[in-house]
């Protein structure tokens, strides 16, 4: 498999295919997630209500779950859009926000994993070592641990529970437990702007809907990198550069984006 020929047939598929992403995410990025979405020639639907998953998960293309903002409702509704999810093949992608800070994240997130079967899970490689049961302190949602840290980790969760993980940081890392590829790229600004990490897990949910779950995860990850690398040209402060990152996605070079891919 040539990853940056599939990479590139996956990411000009998107805005004919123009996909139904459903959204359960946090309260602080549906606004960011929703536009991140938009300008990538996706179709997002940010619904929360449990009592319209089997209406909307019926015309979906695919679902994003995101843990940043749980309450007993959310992780209620969470796990019945998963079954209906699983029910109607309609593949989805888990964010692990938070895990490892507290209980009730680090339980969630790994019974999402063990029950709902998710194609991917995206998040930092403190995210990912925590689910993987290694002992790592978290600051928040934010990581204090380096993608190279995760490597073992984020290879053993892929094989344990046959999912693709995706570990971002200075260089993103995405594993189906045997191969690794790595992409390069970004912008410090991206720790400035709340969803940032969102918004990639988001475009994965995506790709998803017209990739399979590797190249889904390198596709979004490659297309972060380069948007915000190219945002950071523009832009010099967190303020502007939230704008000129949508602008970037709006306008993607795709020859610029698989060349961020490496093996």
Do not use: Q
């Not at 995210?127 to 002992?135: K, Q, V």
């Not at 988001?202 to 998803?208: D, N, Y």
């Not at 704008?243 to 610029?256: F, G, K, P």
Request: proline share 3%.
């Amino acid at each position: 498999m040539n990853i940056k020929d599939e990479v590139e047939k996956a990411i000009s598929s998107i805005k004919t295919v123009n996909p139904l992403v459903h959204n359960i995410t946090n309260s602080v990025v549906m606004e960011i997630s929703a536009n991140v979405l938009l300008a990538l020639g996706a179709s997002p639907v940010m619904s929360v209500e449990g009592d319209e998953f089997e209406d909307m998960l019926s015309i979906a293309s695919s679902l994003v779950i995101n843990i940043g903002t749980l309450d007993r409702i959310s992780i209620y509704n969470m796990f019945k859009a998963i079954e209906i999810a699983n029910k109607n093949n309609v593949p989805f992608v888990l964010d692990p926000v938070g895990v490892g800070a507290t209980k009730l994240r680090t339980d969630t997130a790994l019974r999402i994993i063990r029950e709902g079967k998710p194609k991917v899970v995206r998040g930092n490689a403190s995210e990912i070592m925590a689910l993987a049961g290694a002992s790592v302190k978290t600051k928040g949602v934010d990581s204090t641990a380096t993608v190279n840290m995760a490597l073992e980790a984020a290879k053993n969760l892929a094989i344990n529970y046959n999912m693709i993980v995706s570990v971002s940081g200075e260089t993103d890392m995405i594993t189906d437990g045997k191969s690794i590829y790595y992409v390069s790229g970004g912008s410090e600004l991206m720790t400035y702007v709340t969803g940032c990490g969102c918004s990639a897990t988001a475009i994965t949910g995506a790709m998803l809907a017209v990739t399979t779950p590797l190249i889904a995860a390198v596709s979004a990850m490659a297309i972060m990198a380069d948007v915000g690398f190219n945002a950071s040209k523009i832009a010099n402060a967190p303020g502007s550069f939230k704008v000129a990152l949508i602008d970037e996605l709006y306008r993607l070079n795709i020859s610029d984006i698989v060349n961020r891919i490496s093996e």
